[in-house]
């Protein structure tokens, strides 16, 4: 495992707790300053190394998005057993896990989503399973921060067979965007390099969540929980945790 690609677990509150997943071909670094902020909120809080992540890019390979979607699962059962409110926060590809675990497990109590990706406009993607059976990487797509001197730990190639997985995953996620109903909290950089706008514009407009918040990020780029809108996306995520507990708690009442 790379050096600062742990796995994160801080226990906290057995009311509220939240399970954070990180994005393709990057670790817990990127979420690691998240998920202390929402330790020190006084959360109990999860973020798992995706299998294939945190090693070696060729191990990615040798993954699919249902060996990355069982650890987020299994985290979030574990959670669950410890806590009675539970919420799931993505970036990225962690987006895209975190709306099938929405779409899987109705009782979450909200999703926090940050440059989710369901799609891409780019043309050589539907040539990518054609690809990746004979070109094994690209050049990689980590790394886009607007903060100077700020660095994603991530694999510093694109392994195609994971990104062609990962395409299959986007399918299956919007499929069924329509069965995703909890609060949403979507947060979106102004200017992204990774996934485009498009992304950000079908999830809001396809689940069917009434209770839907959108925050576009004017200072940072794709990976905007290392830029400089972290303090903000921080903030507002803990403000949205409680403010959703609080109407549940008062629903139950």
Same mark, same amino acid.
């Given at each position: 495992?790379?050096?600062?690609?742990?796995?994160?677990?801080?226990?906290?509150?057995?009311?509220?707790?939240?399970?954070?997943?990180?994005?393709?071909?990057?670790?817990?670094?990127?979420?690691?300053?998240?998920?202390?902020?929402?330790?020190?909120?006084?959360?109990? @809080?999860?973020?798992?190394?995706?299998?294939?992540?945190?090693? #070696?890019?060729?191990?990615?390979?040798?993954?699919?998005?249902?060996?990355?979607?069982?650890?987020?699962?299994?985290?979030?059962?574990?959670? !669950?057993?410890?806590?009675?409110?539970?919420? @799931?926060?993505?970036?990225?590809?962690?987006? *895209?896990?975190?709306? !099938? =675990?929405?779409?899987?497990?109705?009782?979450?109590?909200?999703?926090?989503?940050?440059?989710?990706?369901?799609?891409?406009?780019? +043309?050589?993607? +539907?040539? =990518?399973? =054609?690809?990746?059976?004979?070109?094994?990487?690209?050049?990689?797509?980590?790394?886009?921060?607007? +903060?100077?001197? *700020?660095? $994603?730990?991530?694999?510093?190639?694109?392994?195609?067979?994971?990104?062609?997985?990962?395409?299959?995953?986007?399918?299956?996620?919007?499929?069924?965007?329509?069965?995703?109903?909890?609060?949403? =909290?979507?947060?979106?950089?102004?200017?992204?390099?990774?996934? $485009?706008?498009?992304?950000?514009?079908? @999830?809001?407009?396809?689940?069917?969540?009434?209770?839907? *918040?959108?925050?576009?990020?004017?200072?940072?780029?794709?990976?905007?929980?290392?830029?400089?809108?972290?303090? #903000?996306?921080?903030?507002?995520?803990?403000?949205?945790?409680?403010? @959703?507990?609080?109407? #549940?708690?008062?629903? *139950?009442?």
């Amino acid at each position: 495992m790379l050096v600062g690609a742990e796995p994160f677990a801080h226990e906290g509150s057995e009311d509220i707790g939240v399970l954070l997943c990180h994005g393709f071909t990057s670790t817990p670094q990127s979420m690691r300053a998240w998920a202390e902020h929402l330790a020190e909120a006084g959360l109990s @809080v999860r973020c798992p190394l995706l299998p294939g992540h945190g090693t #070696r890019w060729q191990d990615l390979n040798r993954t699919t998005w249902r060996d990355w979607y069982s650890a987020v699962e299994h985290a979030l059962d574990e959670l !669950r057993g410890r806590c009675r409110t539970v919420f @799931v926060f993505g970036l990225s590809m962690g987006g *895209t896990l975190t709306l !099938r =675990l929405a779409e899987q497990h109705p009782d979450i109590a909200g999703i926090v989503l940050v440059n989710p990706s369901v799609m891409t406009l780019r +043309k050589e993607a +539907k040539l =990518l399973p =054609l690809i990746s059976r004979v070109v094994p990487s690209l050049a990689a797509i980590a790394g886009d921060i607007a +903060k100077p001197e *700020t660095v $994603e730990l991530a694999y510093s190639r694109l392994p195609l067979r994971g990104m062609a997985s990962l395409q299959q995953l986007w399918g299956v996620v919007r499929a069924d965007l329509a069965s995703v109903r909890q609060p949403l =909290l979507l947060l979106h950089s102004a200017v992204d390099h990774v996934v $485009e706008p498009e992304n950000s514009a079908i @999830v809001l407009n396809e689940v069917s969540s009434e209770d839907v *918040t959108e925050v576009v990020l004017d200072d940072s780029y794709h990976v905007a929980t290392l830029d400089h809108d972290a303090p #903000r996306i921080f903030g507002d995520s803990v403000e949205f945790v409680h403010r @959703v507990h609080r109407e #549940r708690a008062g629903e *139950t009442v």
